[in-house]
């Protein structure tokens, strides 16, 4: 068998034209011309200078080079499709991408739900849109300039809702829609899909062949067995922003990222907002610096917040909703107008038929997989929400394209979970990246920590806002940096400066030669950096 890279085809015209070329020359028993992918397979009856090979293309009017491997390249299979994907997100729509990318002629993406999934239809888009439209509305009671004096802000909430849905259906548009015009070889149907079994699988009403899978499926709100919460009209951050009216006291069970987040948007809209947490504290994956400093900020600016509580019941009092609350030995009731129930997620796989194909799941419907992203059906991967490692829309992204490429490549890429940032968009909002410090001391590593104030910043102090803190964890003998944790204005901004600390493994004495543009809140990496050698309050400006 001998392989050719072949230039110069722009169709399926080209590709037969050069299959004939090659299949004229003596000596060639058959030919096989792959379009997408500009490659050539020929096989010999006897022995045959390749060069032969290469001008008969070159006659036809392409190009030819002999490939001394296989490239790296998928072959279609005919009447099935290449691969079939179980969701229509962020995950299921780079995996076909990179699946056609790859020379997938067939690629069938099946979506129950909304285009887009989580992220553009229900998460990080409508939430960061309130987030912003509520922060330019608190403004001026926060504007921290003494100089300064800005007018009050008016709010109509019924028009905010309005203008997120103009904006989700535009996104729709241009961002998944346009996208399917772009690639005739990706199919796209609205409907419930199940596998049916090995190879085979239901969408709708017909019957599909398919040579690999990618179940992208996504997740939903986690409604926990709470006493009574059957019978009262709680909202999740599914049905949250479907609201017409503001809350006049909206009560969150939840105090992570997503109760954080729009407990403080809805404070800011004018809503008085208790948040109930049964862990020790917010935020709880975060670093304790951090995490105990947003408290302070969130609490300062009227936010309530019951931290090592449990809510026992609620119930539906006239118009309002009352919780019963156990909290340190004393209980106690809490009434509110409205209910967010911000609890965690849980897998969208219930009805997708995954045990008729040996796909296994947890106890929270979270499917398992390998570091390849395959499941235990090694013909079937998994990406997105629906896997549990980082539940954040440019984690299923990037998953989605690794896992189509090791679905139809076989198993070679794996992910660097550890140098993905993320963050938490309250104001100041958060941004890590890396091990926490007691991750790192789990690992095994001898660390050391420094934790450095905003106030040492120039551009936070210009600018009055000096409530940030930037902690920084080191592996103690090397320097090597393991993890950077920021709460800062445009802390979710600032913190991209520190991903390719970790991505490249540096080490304190590579951020501390670097030079930044000053002054900027990002130069606040590099402080905390200098802070494990030197007092930076000590420092004439941009000092080494």
């Known amino acids: 068998?001998?392989?050719?890279?072949?230039?110069?085809?722009?169709?399926e015209h080209c590709a037969q034209?050069?299959?004939?070329?090659?299949?004229?020359?003596?000596?060639?028993?058959?030919?096989?011309?792959?379009?997408?992918?500009?490659?050539?397979?020929?096989?010999?009856?006897?022995?045959?200078d390749v060069n032969e090979l290469v001008e008969a293309v070159r006659r036809s009017g392409y190009g030819a080079q002999p490939l001394q491997e296989a490239p790296e390249v998928y072959i279609p299979k005919e009447d099935v499709y290449d691969l079939f994907i179980l969701g229509g997100g962020s995950a299921g729509f780079a995996g076909a991408i990179r699946a056609v990318e790859l020379g997938a002629n067939r690629v069938l993406i099946a979506e129950e739900n909304v285009i887009g999934g989580t992220c553009l239809n229900r998460g990080c888009i409508p939430s960061k849109y309130l987030i912003e439209t509520a922060n330019m509305l608190y403004a001026p009671k926060s504007n921290p300039i003494p100089s300064v004096r800005l007018g009050e802000g008016e709010l109509d909430f019924r028009k905010v809702v309005e203008l997120k849905e103009e904006l989700l259906k535009e996104l729709r548009k241009e961002k998944y829609w346009n996208v399917l015009g772009a690639y005739p070889e990706i199919e796209y149907v609205e409907g419930h899909a199940e596998f049916l079994k090995k190879g085979k699988a239901r969408v709708g009403e017909r019957e599909v062949s398919f040579h690999r899978a990618l179940v992208s499926s996504g997740s939903s709100p986690f409604v926990p067995p709470i006493r009574g919460i059957e019978d009262v009209p709680y909202l999740t951050s599914?049905?949250?922003?479907?609201?017409?009216?503001?809350?006049?006291?909206?009560?969150?069970?939840?105090?992570?990222?997503?109760?954080?987040?729009?407990?403080?948007a809805f404070l800011r809209f004018g809503s008085k907002v208790s948040v109930i947490e049964a862990l020790p504290e917010i935020a709880m994956g975060e670093e304790p610096e951090l995490r105990s400093r947003l408290r302070e900020l969130l609490e300062k600016e009227g936010m309530e917040i019951y931290t090592?509580?449990?809510?026992?019941?609620?119930?539906?009092?006239?118009?309002?909703?009352?919780l019963t609350i156990s909290q340190g030995g004393r209980s106690f009731e809490l009434v509110g107008t409205h209910l967010l129930v911000a609890t965690g997620r849980r897998a969208n796989t219930e009805s997708l038929g995954l045990d008729r194909v040996g796909v296994q799941v947890d106890e929270r419907g979270f499917v398992k997989v390998n570091e390849f992203l395959q499941t235990t059906n090694p013909e079937i991967y998994g990406a997105g929400d629906c896997i549990?490692?980082?539940?954040?829309?440019?984690?299923?992204?990037?998953?989605?394209?690794?896992?189509?490429e090791n679905a139809l490549l076989g198993n070679?890429?794996?992910?660097?979970?550890?140098?993905?940032?993320?963050a938490i968009f309250t104001e100041p909002e958060l941004g890590s990246v890396g091990l926490t410090e007691e991750e790192a001391r789990k690992r095994g590593y001898r660390v050391?920590?420094?934790?450095?104030?905003?106030?040492?910043?120039?551009?936070?102090?210009?600018?009055?806002?000096?409530?940030?803190?930037?902690?920084?964890?080191?592996?103690?003998?090397?320097?090597?940096v393991l993890g950077v944790h920021v709460l800062a204005p445009h802390g979710a901004e600032i913190i991209h400066r520190a991903?390719?600390?970790?991505?490249?493994?540096?080490?304190?004495?590579?951020?501390?030669?670097?030079?930044?543009?000053?002054?900027?809140?990002?130069?606040?990496?590099?402080?905390?950096?200098q802070t494990f050698f030197k007092d930076v309050s000590k420092l004439s400006c941009c000092a080494q």
Do not use: N, W
């Open 499 to 529: 991903v390719p600390i970790l991505k490249l493994g540096l080490k304190l004495e590579d951020i501390v030669d670097m030079v930044d543009v000053y002054p900027t809140l990002s130069e606040s990496i590099k402080l905390c950096a």
């Open 1 to 11: 068998m001998v392989r050719l890279k072949i230039t110069g085809m722009t169709c």
């Open 238 to 264: 599914d049905t949250i922003f479907d609201l017409e009216e503001l809350p006049e006291h909206l009560l969150i069970i939840g105090g992570g990222a997503i109760g954080l987040e729009l407990g403080q």
């Open 388 to 404: 549990d490692r980082m539940l954040l829309v440019t984690v299923a992204a990037l998953e989605g394209g690794i896992a189509a």
């Open 412 to 422: 070679k890429k794996k992910i660097d979970y550890l140098s993905i940032p993320h």
């Open 308 to 322: 090592s509580a449990r809510v026992e019941s609620v119930a539906k009092d006239g118009e309002e909703i009352k």
């Open 448 to 480: 050391d920590t420094r934790v450095l104030e905003f106030s040492k910043v120039p551009r936070a102090i210009i600018a009055f806002r000096t409530e940030g803190l930037v902690k920084m964890v080191v592996e103690e003998e090397t320097h090597r």
């Open 17 to 48: 034209t050069v299959k004939r070329a090659l299949e004229s020359a003596e000596g060639v028993k058959s030919a096989k011309v792959y379009f997408p992918q500009g490659y050539a397979e020929v096989e010999m009856e006897g022995e045959m």
